[in-house]
């Protein structure tokens, strides 16, 4: 079993839909990042948390440390957030960042 | 500030060749740190350097080694090329090391052929 787990792996939605990516670790953390990742391969960080939550812009992640568990939301998606968003937690016994797989989001207009 | 920067972007090597890819840091950053991405990996660490000092090593063979200068920027070297180390090299720089938000460049994509 992966240490950081995301659902789903594919997502289409329609412009202007609520969307949300989920990510599941198994390690102690100290924090959790999400990151998107447009085609061509450039990574953006958008956030790093490490309890409750954080907003910017559109967008919102969640963490519960119990759980092990963050959400990101997407509020009012566009095609501009069609891009791979990656999980990924800085942790465990390697100390160091371990990656989900990625959600792969496309938003039709 | 400028971004993180990598060169090349693009490299064709043939089985058995070595190359070095290189990456400049944000300007203050003394973190820099590399990634593999493939398909059917993902994302993995490969080592990440502080002040010209190796501090972590992800779990890839010896013949992928790096090293950071004075100025922190950073290379990587990867000996004796196979088919299966064609995948997107990227890399990251922070302020610090440990937890802290990481920028990543472009990335090079290396084919080996």
């Known amino acids: 079993k992966n240490e950081v787990e995301q659902s789903p792996q594919n997502l289409t939605a329609q412009e202007g839909e609520f969307i949300t990516i989920n990510c599941s670790y198994s390690?102690?953390?100290?924090?959790l990042h999400w990151l998107q990742q447009h085609p061509g391969g450039g990574i953006v960080s958008l956030f790093m948390?490490?309890?409750g939550k954080k907003k910017h812009g559109r967008l919102i992640a969640t963490i519960n440390i119990q759980e092990k568990h963050s959400s990101l939301h997407i509020t009012a998606s566009h095609p501009r957030d069609s891009a791979v968003y990656i999980c990924?937690?800085?942790?465990?016994?390697?100390?160091?960042?371990?990656f989900g797989k990625g959600t792969k989001l496309s938003v039709k207009p | 500030k400028a971004g993180v920067t990598q060169t090349p972007r693009y490299l064709i090597k043939t089985r058995g060749q070595q190359v070095t890819l290189s990456c400049s840091p944000i300007?203050?950053?003394?973190?820099v740190s590399w990634y593999q991405q493939t398909p059917g990996q993902g994302l993995q660490f490969l080592f990440e350097?502080?002040?010209?000092?190796?501090?972590n090593k992800g779990n890839f063979p010896g013949r992928f080694s790096g090293r950071q200068f004075s100025n922190s920027r950073s290379e990587m070297n990867v000996s004796t090329l196979e088919l299966g180390d064609s995948a997107l090299y990227l890399c990251?720089?922070?302020?610090?090391?440990?937890?802290?938000?990481?920028?990543f460049g472009p990335g090079t994509r290396l084919t080996v052929t």
């Open positions: 990251a720089s922070s302020q610090g090391t440990g937890d802290y938000e990481q920028y």
């Open positions: 390690v102690g953390i100290s924090a």
């Open positions: 948390l490490s309890s």
């Open positions: 990924a937690v800085y942790g465990g016994s390697q100390g160091n960042l371990i």
């Open positions: 300007s203050g950053h003394r973190s």
């Open positions: 350097y502080f002040s010209e000092t190796q501090r």
